[in-house]
């Protein structure tokens, strides 16, 4: 069992910068790949970013070069470091945790997720 937490979302300028966090609990966090979804107001929930348990990482387009996830294991924490937002990147922001060897990017492939974060980028 995983339990998950984020943290670091809020209201920032278009250009602007967020780092968000997520706190996972349980002993096994190493061992699952953790990514990183959003969902704006009436659209369906989509992939942002993954990192698998070996540091390999893979990207949405609209998001590569802005946006950069890491983890750090000691911590039991995954970030998602979002430069250069635009008021597209609103929504909110769900962190989700699954153990498969492959690289997954679909919603219903992910085990556990956290309640979300409001990210809100004005003009």
């Known amino acids: 069992q995983v339990q998950l937490v984020e943290s670091g979302g809020g209201l920032v300028q278009a250009g602007g910068s967020l780092r968000l966090s997520c706190a996972a609990s349980?002993?096994?966090?190493?061992?699952?790949?953790m990514g990183w979804f959003r969902q704006a107001p009436g659209r369906e929930r989509e992939f942002v970013a993954v990192?698998?348990?070996?540091?390999?990482?893979r990207y949405a387009d609209s998001v590569k070069g802005r946006f950069t996830i890491s983890r750090d294991n000691a911590k039991n924490t995954v970030y998602l470091q979002m430069n250069s937002l635009n008021p597209e990147d609103t929504a909110i922001y769900y962190c989700?945790?699954?153990?498969?060897?492959?690289?997954?990017?679909?919603?219903?492939?992910?085990?556990?997720w956290g309640q979300g974060t409001q990210v809100t980028v004005f003009s």
């Open positions: 349980g002993r096994t966090f190493s061992n699952h790949a």
């Open positions: 990192i698998k348990r070996n540091g390999y990482t």
């Open positions: 989700a945790a699954e153990v498969s060897l492959v690289v997954r990017t679909t919603p219903s492939e992910f085990d556990y």
